[in-house]
C-alpha cells in the first residue's frame, strides 16, 4: 500500500518508512526515528464497533491483528510484552473461520462504543485516565454496549481510550457531575472602545443563545477592577470585586468568592451562582453582557487600565472552586495590553512605548521576563486542572501575546489576532470554535491522556505538540529527553482533529544479535479524553514500523536488474559492476513541499 494511503488509514505519518536495524544504522541517522499522529483524524469507512476492547492484563495494548490467538484454548498473547490473556465467555465461539473485528488484517483502525460510567455499566471502566478495565464485560456477538474510540493499527501501535464530557443525557468522570456539560467562563475586556464592545456582544450574545442547555457558563468583566458576575442572583445585578493590582492566591481567591468545596461533601462541580447551566441562567447571563460599558482612561495621556493577569487568575480560580476539572474554557477578549497588576506587559503611560522585538532581545523590555514567568505559572496551573485557554486579540496595536503565549500552547487553546471585533474573521473563529457535530454535540474534546507502550527493542524519548509531561515513566523510557520527554505518558487540555503530535524515538540496539536484521517494532499509545457528546470514549492506535522490502536496482554497465535487501552486497549479480540505479516507479508520485 502507498504510504500517502497509509497515512490516511492511520493517521500517523513517519519520518522513517524503514527503521534502522544496526547499531551503525542507527548512529547515522540525521533525521531522529518520530511518528507524527493526529489521535482523531477522521475517516471515511471507520468500524464502529459496539462492545469493549480487549485489554492485555500487563501493559494495557488493546487486542489487535499482530497478536497471537490460540483459537482452541481460547488464549491471545500480547504483541508487545508477549502476557497470554484468556478470552472472557462472550467469546466462546470465535474461531478460524469466525474471529471479532478487531482481528480482520484489513481493519488497521477500528472504533469502539461502550456505555459511560454510571449509566449502562458503572463497573466497565476504570477511574484511572486513560487506562480501560482489563477485565470489563463484552458482547462482541450482540454488540452491547457504548464504548467510542478507535483503534489503529499497523505495527507501532498506538491505542487511545477517550473519556468524553458531558452531553445532554449526562457527564461522568471526575468533578463532572450528572446531566452538566462544559464549563465556559467568557473574560471580557471592559476597557475597549465602545463600538468594539457592541460587536463582541452581540457575538456572545449570539453564542449564548446557541449553547446546549446543560452547558455552564461564567462572566468576568475587567478593567481596572475585576467584576465576577452572581448568575443566580434575580434582583439586580451582583458582582463580586478584586482589585485589579493585588496577586491573590488560588486559595484566597476561592475564599472570597465563597466556592470552596465543604468537607464531607460529594466530589462534582458545585452549584454557585457564580457558574450555572444556560438553562437556568440565560436571561440572566444576557442582561449581565449587555450591561458591560467602556471603561475610558482614568487620566489623559494614559493608557487604558486593564488588569488582565488578575482577571485569568480570578477566573481560573473561579473553576477551580467549584471543583470543575474537566471540560472546561476560559475565553478571554480583549484589545489592549495590561497596564496594571501581574502580567503587566505595558506601563500606563503613554510616554513609554510598548516594548519592541528589539528590546525584548537586548534586554530593555521591562515587564517582559515577569510577565513571562507569571503565565508560565498560569499554564502550569491550567494543564493541573484539565483547562483550556484561549486567547482572542483584536487590536491594530499590541496586547502583550508573546507573554502570553505559553498558556495557550501549553493547553491547546487558540489565539486569534485580528483588527477588530467587528471582523468578519473573528466571527468565523468563534464560531468554529462551537461547532456541532452530526449528533448536536459541542466538537469539544478535554482532558486528554496518551500513554505509548512499546516493545522491548524502542525507547521512547519524548514528544512534541501540545501537551505536557505526567513524568511517568517504565522500562521503555528512554534517557534521551526530546521535548516533552522522561515519560511515556503525556496531558493535553484539549483534542481536535487536527491536533497532531510528533512521538520520538530510538532503537535499542546493544547486543551483537543486533547487528542482524531485526523483528518489525511494535508501538501502543492509549489515549483518554472528554468530548463534548458525554460518551466515554477510547481511541486505540497500533503501529508497526514497515518492515523494509526489497528494492530492484539497475545496472549501470549491463542493465540487468538486481533485487537488493537490507544488508546485501551493493553489486551486479550478473557482471559484478558497482553502480546501480534505482528502477523508475510507474505509480504516481506526489511531493509535499515542507
Partial sequence: MDFVELEAIEGLRWSWNSWPVSRTESHDLVIPLSIMQTPLMKF????????????????????????????????WVCPFCYQKNAFPRSYAEIGENNIPAELFPTYSTVEYQLGHPGLINPGRVSSTPGRVNSNPVHNWETGNGSFSGSVKLGGLSFSSSSLSSLDQRGGGGRGVGVGLGPVFVFVVDASSSEEELQALKNELLLIVAQLPENAMVGLVV??????????????????????????????????????????????????????????????????????????????????????????????????????????????????????????????????????????????????????????????????DLSMVFDLFACSLDQIGVTEMRAPVEKSGGFIM?????????????????????????????????????TTKGVKICGA????????????????????????????????????????????????????????????????????????LQSNSNQSMDPAPEPVTYICGDCGQENTLKVGDVIQCRECGYRILYKKRTRRIVQYEAR
Fill in 44 to 75: 471515511t469507512d471507520l468500524p464502529l464497533l459496539s462492545y469493549d476492547p480487549l485489554i492485555c492484563s500487563r501493559c494495557g495494548s488493546v487486542l489487535n491483528p499482530y497478536a497471537r490467538v490460540d483459537y482452541p484454548s481460547r488464549i
Fill in 464 to 535: 512534541i505538540g501540545p501537551c505536557v509531561s505526567l513524568r511517568k515513566k517504565n522500562a521503555s523510557v528512554s534517557d534521551k529527553e526530546v521535548g516533552e520527554g522522561g515519560t511515556n505518558t503525556w496531558k493535553l487540555g484539549t483534542i481536535t482533529d487536527k491536533t497532531c503530535i510528533a512521538f520520538f524515538f530510538q532503537r535499542r540496539l546493544h547486543s551483537p544479535a543486533a547487528l542482524l536484521p531485526s523483528p518489525a517494532a511494535l508501538l501502543s499509545s492509549p489515549a483518554s479524553f472528554f468530548s463534548g457528546s458525554s460518551i
Fill in 417 to 453: 489576532l485580528a483588527e477588530s471585533f467587528e471582523s468578519d474573521q473573528f466571527r468565523k473563529c468563534l464560531r468554529h470554535i462551537f461547532r456541532r457535530d452530526e449528533q448536536g454535540f459541542l466538537n469539544m474534546c478535554f482532558d486528554a491522556t496518551i500513554e505509548i507502550v
Fill in 222 to 383: 475587567f478593567d481596572s477592577m475585576v467584576r465576577v458576575y452572581d448568575l443566580a442572583f434575580t434582583d439586580c445585578l451582583r458582582v463580586v470585586l478584586f482589585h485589579g493590582e493585588r496577586e491573590l492566591s488560588s486559595s484566597q481567591i476561592i475564599d472570597l468568592l465563597g466556592t470552596r468545596q465543604q468537607l464531607g461533601k460529594t466530589q462534582g462541580v458545585q452549584k454557585h451562582g457564580l457558574i450555572l447551566p444556560i438553562s437556568e441562567c440565560e436571561f440572566n447571563i444576557a442582561t449581565a453582557i449587555e450591561d458591560i460599558h467602556h471603561s475610558p482612561p482614568l487620566k489623559p495621556g494614559h493608557r487604558s487600565p486593564r488588569c488582565t493577569g488578575t482577571a485569568i487568575q480570578v477566573a481560573i480560580a473561579l473553576l477551580e472552586g467549584c471543583s470543575v476539572h474537566t471540560g472546561s474554557r476560559v475565553m478571554v477578549f480583549t484589545s489592549g495590553p495590561a497596564t496594571m497588576g501581574p502580567g503587566m506587559v505595558a506601563s500606563p503611560d503613554l510616554k513609554n512605548s510598548i516594548r519592541t522585538h528589539r528590546d525584548v532581545n537586548s534586554g530593555h523590555a521591562p515587564f517582559y521576563w515577569k510577565s513571562c514567568e507569571f503565565y508560565k505559572r498560569i499554564s502550569e496551573k491550567l494543564m
